[in-house]
């Protein structure tokens, strides 16, 4: 057990820790999504939200089913399994009591189920034997974490959406780059702190 406070975990998770800068997860709707701000402020409120959720109900059952049972081999596939049927679940109760929400979000609802950063969040609690408030934070922080550099990446599009750039920039080549900047600015973090 690690004997980190919660809150340095989620202050590294945000920060020092970022899942798109120091580890490019959830690389694939940071980049198709990141053109406006309140979309991807929304996406960003959906995967922290699910993020969070998923890790305590994935916290419970790796340690309070299958370790007891022996059975921590399965936690891939019962991780999985908790995350889309969460994410359905969520899904149909937004569609239910938040129509124009649900239509907002539109198809990036159920593609939270495929955002890898859910699925590691759940890995990097059991492989850190974190503790039930470790695992919190570090959830909170990991989506918060998205949350800013989606954003971030989304005001930086807006800024240069009207500017003439090379043919070979447009598109994913100028995200690319911008991210590979931002991950530079972020690395002036890592000597606050360090979760590993």
């Not at 929304?42 to 059952?61: C, K, P, R, S």
Request: aromatic share 14%; net charge positive; charged share 10%.
């Amino acid at each position: 057990m690690m004997d980190i406070n919660p809150t340095t975990i989620f202050l590294a998770a945000i920060f020092t820790n970022n899942m798109i800068f120091s580890y490019f997860l959830g690389m694939c709707s940071f980049i198709s999504v990141s053109n406006e701000i309140p979309t991807s402020l929304g996406l960003g409120q959906a995967v922290t939200f699910v993020t969070t959720a998923t890790a305590i109900i994935n916290y419970i059952i790796y340690k309070y089913v299958l370790l007891p049972l022996h059975l921590e081999y399965l936690r891939f596939v019962v991780f999985i399994i908790t995350i889309a049927a969460f994410v359905q679940l969520i899904e149909m109760v937004v569609e239910r009591y938040f129509p124009s929400l649900y239509y907002s979000l539109g198809i990036f609802l159920p593609l939270i189920t495929v955002n890898c950063i859910v699925f590691a969040v759940s890995l990097f609690m059991v492989i850190r034997n974190y503790t039930f408030l470790q695992s919190v934070a570090y959830a909170a922080g990991s989506g918060l974490g998205w949350t800013l550099a989606i954003v971030a990446m989304a005001g930086a599009k807006q800024r240069i959406k009207n500017n003439k750039l090379p043919k070979g920039l447009e598109g994913p080549g100028i995200t690319l780059i911008i991210t590979g900047l931002m991950a530079l600015a972020f690395v002036g973090f890592s000597g606050i702190v360090q979760i590993q």
